[in-house]
């Protein structure tokens, strides 16, 4: 266990490297600058800009340069914000696309788990189907049509929550509900799919043999094997809530960091792109890794293979 | 989903000459899923409209400053948008796109997918080691982040939109291939075919791939929704398809922008999508359901 997750550790740091050093290159051979898109500069400025950010040096050069700023954490300064580094914007903006992040996988976890259990315990009666057609719509509307869908009917016609925005705990409401949805319709079929395979199971039989209560037996034995196929989906699926941020605060204008990223690619931020990429792929290679471990936890079987 | 059925019982003399192929059973275990014929016929209607809708509708550059966004009418089943375009046309134009950019993208996903996955399977040993251990590691890479750098840098042209995509989403497809692959690879028929001195690629693509279609289909449609879903993401952040072309996606976008006022610039192109997006589902399943050989039999 021990030597696998360090191993899986060790893994890492090339495929950050090789994440970094292609973005790197790919922004930089992209046409135009960061200061192409401005209204005409002159030569002078341009130069003394480009001086200023270092781009007036050889490719290699800037790399090295930047890859060594990297390992002491620093992210250099935006070409876009003025006097602004790309790690102040990130500290700024990440913690609002953590916690719409963080709300909608719970949001998904709860109302996926409740659905595909209900479902996979009355099969074929018509909880299952209202749970499985449930699950078939969330997966079949996407959440840049459910998000406006949703602001029509609760924020427009019914006034009853705010269009857009990031204030109260009130404006949490409709982005999360947005976001976790689809993924509480996957989290429900493979609940669903996972509850049934270990519901016929041999030992499965032996609890209630023993008397066990229904409860008992759904929530203590079967759940934790059940729940294997959602476990593995969270990797995916915690990628999948980090880039859908990007369009849920589009729609509902939260300033959080999916939005800057969209942004700052459109103008052409080098620094605050590569900066945001690097920070999301850390974040969904580790989470990976971690999904990984807790997966070989769960069940011991995967260790030989 | 409904239970896989049984092919009948009672077996008629017909039955016995034609004899029961894969492609017969499973044809008429797709028949007899309800869900399934209906997306399948959605979709036709859908694909039939899309093609040959446009030379009867109202041509959807046709502006109408003067009638504005009107709601749906007679003249205009579906209402107009804020230049007075018929909306019933510009979803079917918008249509072509999106269904466009389906098939294209998860062909090139199809050919990389399936040559990637089967030479990993038929070559097998340290091969497929290496290049398995590669598709686990892309699995972890944030894919979606690279199409939204690609198209932003390299100008948002559609046929890149095809191969990013398209780039994006052979990864399950390679898996599922290496792994029939590698389940038919000791068969008597490869060893005959080995034995009449054969070349690999014509091994692979002749005698395994037509043996693995069933699965390579069954996932095949359920590419074709993922890929438009990324398309009209895509389109929705206004970096996937431009004007004056329009997809599904960049209607969603346009509508989702003036719903305040005129609901039906949204709803109808995002009804139209999900309707679409369930179809393509339902008939995945059904496939999955109708040539899982596995499950047919318990």
Not at chain 1, 53 to 71: A, E, I, R, V
Not at chain 1, 196 to 210: G, M, P
Request: charged share 15%; hydrophobic share 50%.
């Amino acid at each position: 266990m021990l030597r696998f997750t360090f191993r899986r550790l060790l893994q890492i740091i090339p495929v950050l490297w090789i994440i970094i050093t292609a973005t790197f290159f790919m922004i930089r051979f992209v046409p135009g600058g960061p200061f192409t898109a401005e209204k005409a500069v002159t030569p002078e400025i341009l130069r003394n800009l480009e001086a200023h950010y270092g781009l007036n040096k050889p490719l290699y050069q800037q790399y090295f340069d930047y890859m060594g700023s990297l390992l002491r954490g620093d992210l250099g300064p935006s070409f876009k914000y003025p006097n602004r580094t790309v790690n102040e914007i990130i500290g700024d903006k990440l913690p609002t696309s953590l916690e719409l992040g963080f709300i909608s996988l719970a949001v998904a976890l709860t109302i996926g788990i409740t659905l595909g259990t209900l479902a996979a315990v009355k099969r074929n009666s018509w909880l299952d189907y209202v749970c499985s057609s449930t699950a078939m719509i969330g997966i079949c509307v996407p959440t840049f049509v459910l998000g406006p869908l949703l602001v029509l009917t609760f924020a427009i016609h019914f006034q009853w929550l705010n269009a857009s925005g990031w204030y109260g705990p009130t404006d949490r409401i409709l982005p999360c509900l947005t976001l976790g949805c689809v993924y509480a319709a996957y989290i429900a079929r493979l609940t669903r799919g996972g509850m049934l395979e270990v519901l016929n199971q041999d030992y499965i039989r032996t609890a209630r043999a023993k008397g066990a209560s229904e409860a008992r037996v759904v929530f203590k034995h079967a759940l934790r094997g059940g729940l294997l196929p959602v476990v593995s989906f969270l990797g995916p699926g915690i990628a999948g809530i980090l880039t859908g941020s990007f369009v849920i605060e589009t729609i509902f204008q939260i300033p959080g960091l999916g939005r800057e990223f969209v942004n700052s690619a459109f103008n052409r931020d080098y620094t605050l792109v590569l900066g945001t990429v690097i920070l999301y792929a850390s974040l969904i290679v580790i989470l990976n890794l971690v999904v990984d471990i807790v997966q070989i936890w769960l069940n011991p079987k995967l260790k030989f293979e | 989903m409904s239970p896989a059925t049984f092919p009948s019982a009672v077996v008629t003399p017909e039955q016995i000459e034609t004899g029961n192929s894969l492609w017969h059973d499973a044809w008429s275990r797709l028949r007899k899923n309800r869900l399934a014929v209906c997306g399948g016929a959605t979709l036709l209607v859908l694909a039939l409209l899309c093609s040959f809708g446009p030379f009867f509708a109202q041509s959807y550059q046709d502006q109408n400053l003067d009638l504005g966004a009107a709601g749906p009418s007679a003249t205009h089943w579906l209402g107009t948008d804020t230049l007075g375009r018929d909306l019933f046309s510009r979803i079917l134009f918008g249509g072509r796109i999106s269904m466009m950019v389906g098939l294209v993208a998860t062909f090139v996903a199809l050919a990389i997918g399936v040559t990637y996955g089967a030479v990993a399977g038929f070559f097998g040993g340290k091969i497929d080691a290496v290049m398995m251990r590669i598709v686990d590691i892309m699995y972890a890479l944030p894919f979606t982040i690279f199409v939204i750098l690609l198209m932003v840098f390299f100008g948002r042209n559609i046929f890149l939109l095809f191969f990013a995509i398209g780039a994006v989403e052979w990864l399950t497809m390679a898996r599922i291939v290496r792994g029939q692959i590698i389940s038919i690879k000791k068969m008597e028929y490869i060893e005959a075919a080995r034995a009449l001195g054969l070349g690999k690629r014509r091994i692979i693509f002749r005698h395994m791939i037509p043996n693995i279609l069933g699965p390579i289909i069954v996932y095949t449609t359920l590419t074709i929704p993922a890929v438009m879903l990324l398309e009209a993401f895509l389109s929705f952040l206004g970096l996937g398809v431009q004007p004056p072309m329009s997809s599904w996606g960049v209607l969603i976008k346009d509508g989702a922008e003036k719903m305040e006022e005129f609901w039906w610039l949204l709803v109808f192109p995002g009804g139209v999508f999900s309707l679409t997006l369930f179809s393509l589902n339902f008939l995945g399943d059904g496939l999955r359901d109708a040539l899982d050989v596995r499950s047919s039999k318990d």
